[in-house]
T-cell receptor, first 115, second 114 residues
Framework: AQKVTQAQTEISVVEKEDVTLDCVYE???????LFWYKQPPSGELVFLIR??????QNEISGRYSWNFQKSTSSFNFTITASQVVDSAVYFC????????????FGTGTSLTVIP | DAGITQSPRHKVTETGTPVTLRCHQT?????MYWYRQDPGHGLRLIHY???????DKGEVSDGYSVSRSKTEDFLLTLESATSSQTSVYFC?????????????FGPGTRLTVT
C-alpha cells in the first residue's frame, strides 16, 4: 500500500527560527517519487520539489532544504530562518511506478510563523 | 504558472441537486485529475483522465462522475449532492502518466452542500 504520514498537524515558530517538517512514507515500489507542495492561505497548491527513490542526495534551494533517507523512509523538509511568508500548509506526496500517475498525499502540516 | 482554471470558484447548493464543476487547461496536457481536500485527510483522488473520453476512478469516486470531451476540459459531476460532499475540489494536470512528473493544480472550488 502507498501511504504518507505527516505526524505534525500544526507547528508554530517565531520568525527567523529554523523548522523541520516531517514526512514518512510507505510503499512497495522500488521506484517511486516524493513531492512537497505548499498551500498558502490563499488556497492554491504550489509545487516545491520532486525527488526520486534513487537519489538520496540532499537538496537545498535558498532557505529550503530537503533530507531524503530511504533507510527511515523519510523525506523531511527544513526551512531555515523562517519568514512570515512561509506560513502555509505543507503537503508531502508519493507516487510510485506501479501506481503510475496517482499521487498519495499526507494530511499536511500547518506552519505558522509568528513575527 | 500552469494555465488551469476552475469554475465556479465558490458554490452553495442544496442536498439532492446535481452539480457540475469545470476544469479548463491551456497547457495541452494529456492527464487531468480531480481531488477533494478535507481537514484531516489531505487531498484524495476522485477521478482522473488519461485522454479524451478516457477516465478512471480514484480513491473516493462514489457519488461522482466525470467526462472529458476535449483535451482542455475535464468536468466533475456530483449526481445528487450530499452534505458529505462539502469540500474544496482541486483539478490538476500532468504532462505524463509517469510517476516522476509533478502535477500542477488549479485554484480550487469551494463547494458547500446545505
Amino acid at each position: 500500500a502507498q501511504k504518507v504520514t505527516q505526524a505534525q498537524t500544526e507547528i508554530s515558530v517565531v520568525e527567523k527560527e529554523d523548522v523541520t517538517l516531517d514526512c514518512v512514507y510507505e510503499t512497495r515500489d522500488t521506484t517511486y517519487y516524493l513531492f512537497w507542495y505548499k498551500q498558502p492561505p490563499s488556497g492554491e497548491l504550489v509545487f516545491l520539489i520532486r525527488r526520486n527513490s534513487f537519489d538520496e542526495q540532499n537538496e537545498i534551494s535558498g532557505r529550503y532544504s530537503w533530507n531524503f533517507q530511504k533507510s527511515t523512509s523519510s523525506f523531511n523538509f527544513t526551512i531555515t530562518a523562517s519568514q512570515v511568508v512561509d506560513s502555509a500548509v505543507y503537503f508531502c506526496a508519493l507516487s510510485g511506478f506501479i501506481t503510475g500517475n496517482q499521487f498519495y498525499f499526507g494530511t499536511g502540516t500547518s506552519l505558522t510563523v509568528i513575527p | 504558472d500552469a494555465g488551469i482554471t476552475q469554475s465556479p470558484r465558490h458554490k452553495v447548493t442544496e442536498t439532492g441537486t446535481p452539480v457540475t464543476l469545470r476544469c479548463h487547461q491551456t497547457e495541452n496536457h494529456r492527464y487531468m485529475y480531480w481531488y477533494r481536500q478535507d481537514p484531516g485527510h489531505g487531498l484524495r483522488l476522485i477521478h482522473y483522465s488519461y485522454g479524451v473520453k478516457d477516465t478512471d476512478k480514484g480513491e473516493v469516486s462514489d457519488g461522482y462522475s466525470v467526462s472529458r470531451s476535449k483535451t482542455e476540459d475535464f468536468l466533475l459531476t456530483l449526481e445528487s449532492a450530499t452534505s458529505s460532499q462539502t469540500s474544496v475540489y482541486f483539478c490538476a494536470i500532468s504532462e505524463s502518466a509517469q510517476s516522476s512528473y509533478e502535477q500542477y493544480f488549479g485554484p480550487g472550488t469551494r463547494l458547500t452542500v446545505t
